[in-house]
C-alpha cells in the first residue's frame, strides 16, 4: 500500500487554485480543501491520469455533466465550508485533483497576476474541457483525433458563455484576452496528446508573457 501526493498552490486576494497529483498503488487517500471565499465560484475537479480509481465525493457543488470514465468535474458556489475527495485502487492509478475559488470582481483587481498563477490556471481550465468531453489524456485506439479536435475547440468556445461553470470562465477572464487562442495552439503544437499539460501550460504562459522564456 503506497500514496504520492504532490501539491502545487496559488494563493492570491480573490482567488486560490489548489493543485494535487495524487499516485496510489494499492491503497486509498482523502483529500481535503477548506472553502476560503463563501461567495466565489468554486470548482472542484478529478481527472484520471493512469487508471480509474473509485472515487467518493463529498462537494457541496454541482456536478457539471455526468461522471466520465475520464474523471469527474464539479462546479458552482460551495454550499458548505469543506470538501472531500476520496480516491481509492486495487493497482496502481494516478489523478489530478484541483480546487480553484475566484471572487466576484477579481478581474477587475489583480494585476500582474505570477507565472505560477497562470501556469495552473492553463492547465486547470485544458483539464475541465478534457473531463468534461470525456477525453483520456492519451487519446488512442477508437478515438478519431479530427472529432476530438473539432469537440476541444468547440468547448474552448462555450467556456466563455459559461457552459463549463463560472469559476472556469473566470480563469480565462484573469487572463490575457488571446490566453484561449494560444491554448488550442499549444496543444496542436504537441500533437494533442493531452498529457503533456505542463509543457503546454508553460509554452502558453511564455507566450503571453507571465512566464519567463525557455532558455
Not at 107 to 122: N, S
Not at 139 to 162: E, N, S, Y
Not at 182 to 204: N, S
Amino acid at each position: 500500500m503506497a500514496t504520492s501526493v504532490i501539491s502545487r498552490t496559488f494563493l492570491g486576494t480573490g482567488i486560490i487554485i489548489d493543485e494535487r497529483i495524487v499516485e496510489i498503488q494499492n491503497g486509498e487517500v482523502n483529500i481535503r480543501f477548506e472553502s476560503r471565499f463563501p461567495d466565489a465560484a468554486s470548482m472542484i475537479l478529478i481527472q484520471y491520469l493512469s487508471g480509474e480509481p473509485e472515487t467518493q465525493a463529498d462537494i457541496p457543488l454541482d456536478e457539471i455533466g455526468e461522471p466520465q470514465p475520464t474523471g469527474r468535474f464539479f462546479s458552482g458556489i460551495m454550499q458548505g465550508a469543506r470538501a472531500v475527495v476520496g480516491l481509492a485502487s486495487a493497482g496502481f492509478t494516478k489523478a489530478r485533483v484541483i480546487f480553484a475559488q475566484i471572487r466576484p470582481g477579481t478581474a477587475a483587481v489583480i494585476d500582474g497576476l505570477p507565472c505560477t498563477f497562470c501556469t495552473l490556471a492553463v492547465k486547470t481550465i485544458i483539464s475541465a474541457i478534457l473531463v468534461h468531453l470525456g477525453i483520456p489524456p492519451l487519446p488512442g485506439g477508437d478515438f478519431d483525433l479530427t472529432a476530438v479536435i473539432d469537440a476541444v475547440q468547440d468547448a474552448g468556445a462555450d467556456i466563455m458563455d459559461g457552459g463549463l461553470g463560472g469559476a472556469v470562465q473566470s480563469l480565462v477572464e484573469l487572463l490575457p484576452q488571446n490566453a484561449l487562442d494560444l491554448i488550442m495552439e499549444g496543444l496542436e503544437a504537441f500533437d494533442w496528446i493531452f498529457d503533456l499539460q505542463d509543457h503546454v501550460g508553460e509554452w502558453v504562459c511564455q507566450q503571453l508573457g507571465m512566464c519567463p522564456a525557455a532558455p
